[in-house]
């Protein structure tokens, strides 16, 4: 299963999520939510509980 990443390719923190996840292994989709715009629920439904990236704390 893919995770899915909704970045602006200008956005610094976006870019550095984006690597870190590359250098991981995990497999991702990516999508730019400024030229594809996801609806309130899939916001809600993707959305990662609180503890679950601990090293951006």
Known sequence: MAITIYRNPCCS??????????ESGVAHNVALYLDDI????TI?????????LPFLS
């Open 13 to 22: 923190t976006s870019r550095m999520i984006l690597e870190l996840i590359i």
């Open 38 to 41: 996801p609806d309130r629920a």
């Open 44 to 52: 809600v439904i993707g959305r990662p509980p609180e503890n679950a």
